[in-house]
């Protein structure tokens, strides 16, 4: 008994590995995303502001807004965001409530004018500073889904078939910090014309728990628990560059295309805490050691189609649409051309869709906005993407404004525990275990300072 206790031991660990962390898949997607996080004017508009301009935000989308800006302008955005994560494993539901704060946005753009007698005028050069993808979330699932997945699945002779059930932890933290340098300019009276250099600082945490409680129907226990840890880090670049056009006073067109990021990324991955008690008397632990790699990443370029119009000076309406195509994604590094082969297959270009307006009454501005956009999953259910609202206000004061924004989001999404068990499982899906369905909601508050020369 004690020699195959020791050997279920082992399997276990082997059986776990790489089974509860992010697949490349999903780091490729994750790394490509860019999130409506700026200034509150544009968050509170739902980021439509590729055909607009006048905002450090908005430069980030097309760069050709900086040359809207009159004169000088600073500002600076402090989020709160809240983050509910409802969890469902076979019939059992978990809710985790959790609220993070962020600096999330700060920049600067400076205006000069140029030779009046030059068909170019309003020359800027601007720098933001922005979170394009805040990681930090917590998330629990317990349940029983009937099986004894590590007891099953390798020796037939192993009594332990019986579940308790199992517990489900996931912890991420870590953000994707974007850095955009633009100039820009005016020509004659109709065209504004952008181009920036994007640099990104990535750190990206997951640490995953799984506990499994089984027993062999005669009292005796056999219990695991496992933490993986995964951390990736690096720098990466892109460029963009962006037009607008003014046919007339009330209609503005935007064009706006940004190259891939490439990313440089190196990862540590370990696997520890493997405890197995037989009765609450024996207990082993294993530790792997640091497994570290580093590769290179190619995210989807994107680009972006705008179309606003101004209501003289009471009011506008703006619309973007966001083209990206996942499948894109590549890893330049040998070794991969599995996971190459499975972004091509897996994932598929997609839409996003920002709708924004503003209304002004003396020096208080009324915005709202919606945007949907859609899962790059060619397998998602029509939850999985996301959508969502946003509201705000503005108060303008001699030297600068003052700036509130609410957004309001929520999407679907699956973790699967036990995929290697599934995929051994798969010509009998009677004993394929279920992935942990879970619901996002998601409200974040952001105010702005900005301070105008």
Do not use: C
């Amino acid at each position: 008994m004690k020699k195959l206790y020791f050997t279920v031991m082992l399997l276990s660990v082997a059986y776990i590995s790489n089974a509860q962390t992010l697949s490349y898949n999903n780091i490729g997607v994750l790394f490509s995303t860019e999130n409506i996080n700026g200034t509150a004017r544009y968050n509170a508009m739902s980021g439509a502001f590729g055909a607009l301009g006048g905002d450090l935000s908005s430069i980030e989308t097309n760069p050709a807004g900086a040359a809207v800006f009159i004169k000088s302008e600073f500002a600076v955005s402090l989020n709160i965001r809240n983050t509910e994560t409802t969890s469902s494993f076979y019939g059992t539901s978990e809710l985790t409530d959790n609220d993070y704060t962020n600096l999330s946005q700060a920049g600067g753009v400076f205006v000069f004018n140029t030779n009046r007698n030059s068909d170019w005028s309003n020359l800027a050069l601007g720098f933001n500073y922005s979170i394009a993808n805040d990681f930090k979330g917590l998330w629990l699932a317990s349940g029983n889904s009937g099986f004894a997945p590590i007891s099953d699945i390798y020796d037939p002779t192993v009594v332990y078939g019986n579940s308790d059930g199992q517990y489900f932890e996931n912890f991420t933290d870590g953000r994707n910090n974007k850095y955009t340098f633009t100039i820009a300019s005016q020509y004659q009276d109709n065209l504004y014309v952008g181009a920036s250099i994007n640099t990104y600082d990535l750190e990206h945490y997951q640490s995953a728990l799984i506990e499994e409680y089984n027993n062999d129907g005669s009292g005796n226990t056999y219990d695991v628990s496992q933490i993986q840890e995964l951390l990736t880090y690096g720098d990466g670049y892109s460029f963009s560059i962006g037009f607008i056009s003014k046919p007339s006073e009330n209609i503005r067109f935007g064009l706006a295309y940004q190259s891939p990021v490439w990313y440089n990324l190196s990862e540590e991955f370990v696997e520890y805490d493997v405890n197995i008690f037989e009765n609450n008397v024996s207990t082993e632990t294993d530790f792997s050691g640091v497994n570290g790699y580093d590769y290179e990443l190619r995210t989807p370029s994107k680009l972006t189609g705008s179309f606003a119009y101004i209501f003289d000076k009471q009011g506008l309406i703006s619309i973007d649409y966001i083209y990206k195509n996942y499948s894109n994604i590549e890893i330049n590094s040998p070794g991969f051309s599995v996971e190459n082969t499975a972004f091509n297959t897996d994932l598929e270009s997609t839409g996003q869709l920002r709708i924004g307006t503003e209304w002004r009454f003396d020096d208080i501005s009324i915005r709202g906005g919606y945007h949907m956009e859609k899962s790059p999953y060619k397998n998602a259910l029509g939850s999985d993407d996301t959508d969502g609202f946003s509201l705000g206000a503005g108060y303008k004061f001699r030297g600068g404004k003052l700036d509130f924004a609410y957004q309001k989001s929520t999407n679907t999404s699956s973790h699967d525990f036990y995929p290697q068990h599934n995929f051994d499982n798969r010509d009998n899906p009677s004993n394929q275990i279920n992935t942990t369905n879970l619901d996002f909601d998601t409200s974040k508050f952001t105010a702005t300072l900005v301070l105008s020369i």
